[in-house]
């Protein structure tokens, strides 16, 4: 069984651009959510999504949103960079999201 | 109260030694408490997980204890190998997404 995979693998971007970031969750599972990870913030939850339907949201400004489609897979954007948005971003999958929940490798997003 | 608190932040252990890493949380709506382990330039992999219904769980060298009414949980390795040095993060779960600890880093020297 194919693990959670997130493309792309590393991403540069500029202050003030967006970018939009995948995420194709193991075949079966339903839940998707999104973590951002920072040595200062260590790993913080994003959103949640089931179902195309957002069931949870962190405390993140409304610059970060996200969306999943009927195959489950799942898209994350965030718009007008700004440097602090440099991170590790993760995306687990999980079949109900109230259990195992298994990691993809990450995108590495520098804002420079 | 969404806080998950982790110590130590890191440790040393010899090969063959027991590391325990302890997590300590507030929120009683917590209902499933995962610990991953992380290596450089990887996501998070899933070790062992456990319900609050249970006290102890173990998979491998790996075992859950889980304290419920002291609202605390912790990780032991057992046999420590050099191969088992990463980083080690405690969850809990509630409302479909995880409040992490803040991660300990483990060094089993060979």
């Known amino acids: 069984k194919a693990g959670v995979t997130q493309t792309p693998r590393y991403l540069i971007k500029t202050r003030g651009q967006q970018v939009t970031l995948s995420c194709s969750p193991i075949?079966?599972?339903?839940?998707v959510s999104w973590y951002q990870q920072t040595p200062g913030q260590g790993l913080q939850f994003l959103f949640e999504?089931?179902?195309?339907?957002?069931?949870n949201k962190g405390n993140f400004p409304g610059r970060f949103s996200g969306r999943q489609f009927s195959n489950s897979r799942s898209e994350m954007n965030v718009s007008t960079l700004e440097l602090g948005d440099s991170a590790l971003y993760l995306c687990?999958?999980?079949?109900?999201?109230?259990?195992?929940?298994?990691f993809g490798q990450g995108t590495r997003l520098t804002v420079v | 109260q969404q806080q998950v608190k982790q110590s130590p932040q890191s440790l040393i252990v010899q090969k063959g030694g027991i590391p325990i890493i302890n997590c300590a949380y507030e929120n009683t709506a917590f209902d499933y408490f995962p610990w991953y382990q992380q290596f450089p330039g990887k996501g998070p992999a899933l070790l062992i997980a456990?319900?609050?219904?249970?006290s102890e769980k173990k998979e491998g060298r790996f075992t859950i204890s889980f304290n419920k009414s002291a609202k605390q949980f912790s990780l032991h390795i057992m046999d420590s190998q050099p191969g088992d040095s990463a980083t080690y993060f405690c969850?809990?779960?509630?409302?479909?997404?995880?409040?992490f600890g803040t991660g300990t880093r483990l060094k089993v020297l060979a």
């Open positions: 456990i319900r609050p219904d249970v």
């Open positions: 687990a999958s999980s079949n109900l999201g109230n259990t195992e929940a298994f």
């Open positions: 969850a809990a779960s509630v409302s479909y997404k995880y409040i």
């Open positions: 075949s079966g599972h339903r839940s």
């Open positions: 999504y089931f179902s195309e339907t957002q069931r």
